[in-house]
């Protein structure tokens, strides 16, 4: 999971938080994760004690939101572009295992001087 951080910011009220009179500091993140299904990407507050609140984002001003998506565009482009490092990797290395096996294209040789 990889969180970016995003400009400190006070976070908004929740009422699913715990209740307290102490405000919170600390700063917006998303989290972003490779899951089966693609990349799942979730808004959190992570505050200056190291505790992790799951938040809605909230963006101020146009330009703010702008560079947070352009930052949450640059973290699924990363974690989509690792995703398929590791496939590719894991397709060498099972054909790494097992040598073997005919390439598709050694079976299309086979098909053509068979017919």
Request: glycine content about 4%; overall charge negative; hydrophobic content about 50%.
């Amino acid at each position: 999971m990889t969180s970016a951080s995003l400009p400190e910011s006070s976070p908004p009220a929740n009422p699913a938080a715990p209740s307290s009179d102490v405000p919170l500091t600390g700063r917006s993140v998303f989290m972003v994760e490779t899951v089966a299904a693609g990349v799942a990407v979730r808004p959190a507050f992570l505050t200056e004690d190291g505790r992790l609140l799951d938040l809605p984002a909230v963006f101020p001003d146009l330009s703010y939101a702008m560079a947070q998506i352009d930052e949450l565009r640059r973290l699924v482009g990363a974690h989509f572009a690792q995703a398929a490092q590791v496939g590719a990797q894991v397709i060498a290395a099972q054909a790494a295992a097992n040598p073997s096996d005919a390439s598709p294209a050694a079976d299309r040789e086979s098909l053509a001087k068979a017919a």
